[in-house]
């Protein structure tokens, strides 16, 4: 069981190397599949994210396992069929990636026009 303490927390290299981890290209879109599918062979969820590669994926999905968010059970020996399951540790993050999807759609707009406003004054400075 894990403490709960009231004092804030500073972020650290092992926060930053997971938080990295878990944001870039294809991982938070693999793990809001997982949570709402709950479990899913290869092939369904490279169905599910068509943009994604083969090798993407499989580099995505070991890296999520390194870290505990992901279990792969393999269902059966000949053929083989293996699952991919959102683990323990993994389990409280689809109200963290829904909030962040809430957050982005909300904001996007603001992001694009302050995207565009940076862009018009670089291009002005030089």
Partial sequence: MHETTTEPTTITGAHRELLDQLLDRWSLEVLDRLCEHGALRFNGLRRSIPAITQKSLTATLRRLERNGMVERVVLSDRPVA?????????????????ALLQWSTRHMADVEAARERYDEAEAARE
Wanted: proline residues 6%; aromatic residues 6%.
């Fill in 82 to 98: 293996v699952e991919y399951r959102i683990a323990p540790v993994g389990q409280g993050l689809q109200d963290l990636i829904d």
